[in-house]
């Protein structure tokens, strides 16, 4: 068979010294009668007995494996399939093929086994049966494992299963995962996808006997088209054992006591940061949520976050352990304290005076008190926003006062005047917010000076239009486009006794 041929062999047929070159397509199934014998680029292969070995699948290549008939040494490569219904053991799914296990069209096979599945940058996916050790390898590299169809075809993964270099593992919820061992190793990640099955008051739940990372992802969130922060669907991922070191990445909805957890049955132990991406909903109270349990260790949880907080509406809230081997997401900003230090006694005190005492040391100056919240920089760009007001309201007014000094000494006749101005402004304020102001703005209008019995008034009429640049401290920045309307006067007593007014109107 050249490149580009197919052969195709179907129930009882038999076919023999089959020449396989490279990019030949071989489409058969382990049927009964079937009788085949080849060699290929990787060696012999034959059908016979039910008993499929070493077959080469690609470029439309296909193997059926029937129910109660077996597979060994498979390979499949670019273009070629296999769809396993029995049993499998050591098949090689690489860059460009598929496979697939427990289903072929309509038919589901919930005894259909596969074990040591090589997904070398090939796409597997299990919808019944069992699955028992795979690794999964290269960024093109997937293996899912589908919601069972129902309780007659469960899906099973066990055994030492590995993720490595940017592949990808896909839990559907209901996958039983008790005897699992995972490893999640050079960006390889697990995502958990859950679907609407579990929607409600309660995680779905998934379960793994031992979670192994080394520079890998956990994606608790679901990996569907809508994220689990709208669709109410949040996850738990339970494992006996956790070592290693990676990223979780988790959703919440503080606001709603809702949200995905780690738990850690026994010893967790290495370094772990955790993402979390939340609704943005201001919670009501300031309950913390826990967010990784353990059963002791030495593991360290740190938030990934930018900055090492999430913005969860008006204040930020940060990852505490509380000394009880959890991890919580709290609003509490104040770092922990250290721990209390318990000095072993002096046994031979000595309580005679210094002969020569010193004088007391300058005491230390009183400490800036720690906050115990942190706003967010978004509710600090609200207040920034609204601080800026009263400064540009303030700076435009300031060109009406100028005015109405210079007039003081001017002579009585009508005026048309203009004015430009440029203020800079550092503000910050306890609250947590901060900004930097740069307003440039100008100011034109018409007066006149009339003599009155005993005195002289100003009367006035002004516009003007300012532009504000706000740049915030805690990242981001704003615009303030003012225009302003009003009138002036002034009355001025001969004794040296004034009074001026201004009657001014915005749009901000």
């Known amino acids: 068979i050249n490149e580009g041929g197919t052969l195709t062999v179907n129930d009882n047929g038999k076919a023999t010294d089959i020449v396989q070159n490279s990019g030949a397509a071989l489409q058969t199934s382990t049927a009964n009668g079937i009788e085949i014998s080849g060699t290929h680029q990787y060696g012999t292969f034959s059908i016979s007995g039910n008993l499929a070995t070493n077959m080469l699948l690609e470029n439309g290549g296909n193997l059926l494996v029937l129910a109660g008939t077996e597979a060994r ?23 460009g093929g598929q496979y697939t296990l427990g289903r072929s069209k309509d038919e589901f096979q919930a005894l259909a086994r596969a074990e040591d599945l090589q997904v070398a940058g090939g796409t597997a996916i299990v919808y019944a049966g069992t699955l028992a050790d795979a690794s999964v390898s290269g960024a093109t590299g997937s293996l899912s494992l589908m919601t069972p169809r129902d309780n007659v075809t469960p899906v099973k993964l066990e055994g030492a299963v590995r993720i490595t270099d940017s592949a990808t593992l896909t839990l559907g919820n209901g996958v039983d995962t008790t005897l699992a061992d995972l490893t999640a190793a050079s960006r390889g990640s697990v995502w958990l996808n859950s679907n609407n099955s579990c929607a409600g008051t309660s995680n779905c739940e998934y379960r793994v006997n031992s979670l192994l990372l080394n520079d890998g992802d956990v994606y608790l969130s679901a990996q569907t088209a809508a994220p689990a922060t709208t669709n109410g669907i949040y996850n738990t991922l339970t494992t006996n054992e956790l070592s ?149 309201f303030d700076a435009e007014l300031n060109s009406i006062r100028e005015r109405l000094n210079i007039m003081k000494a001017s002579p009585h006749n009508n005026n048309v005047w203009g004015a430009t101005y440029n203020t800079r402004n550092n ?81 901000f």
């Open 73 to 95: 040494d498979s390979t499949v490569g670019k273009g070629g399939a296999m769809q396993n219904l029995g049993q499998d053991s050591a098949t090689k799914v690489n860059s």
């Open 244 to 392: 290693g070191s990676g990223n979780f990445y988790l959703h919440t909805n503080v606001a709603g006591s809702r949200g995905d957890q780690l738990v850690v049955n026994n010893n967790a132990t290495g370094n772990f940061k955790i993402f979390v991406q939340d609704t943005g909903v201001s919670p009501q109270s300031d309950d913390a949520m826990t967010l990784v349990k353990t059963g002791g260790g030495d593991a360290s949880f740190t938030l990934g976050n930018t900055g090492g907080f999430v913005d969860l509406g008006t204040y930020e809230y940060v990852l505490k352990s509380d000394g009880n081997s959890n991890w919580n997401l709290t609003n509490d900003v104040k770092p922990n304290p250290d721990p209390i230090p318990n000095p072993k006694p002096d046994p031979k005190p000595d309580p005679k005076p210094d002969p020569n005492p010193k004088p007391d040391p300058t005491p230390d100056p009183t400490p800036t008190p720690v906050p115990e919240k942190r706003i967010t920089p978004s509710t600090a760009a609200v207040l920034n926003m609204a601080a800026t007001l009263p400064l540009v």
């Open 427 to 507: 503000v910050t304020t306890d609250a947590g917010a901060g900004f930097e102001q740069t307003l440039t703005g100008m100011t034109v209008g018409i007066d006149s000076r009339n003599d009155i019995p005993e005195g002289i008034t100003t009367l006035g009429a002004f516009m003007g239009y300012s532009h504000s640049h706000i740049g915030f401290d805690r990242g981001g920045h704003g615009s303030v486009g003012s225009y302003s309307l009003g009138g002036y006067a002034s009355w001025e007593h001969e004794s040296g006794f004034y009074l001026d007014g201004v009657v001014k109107l915005n749009r």
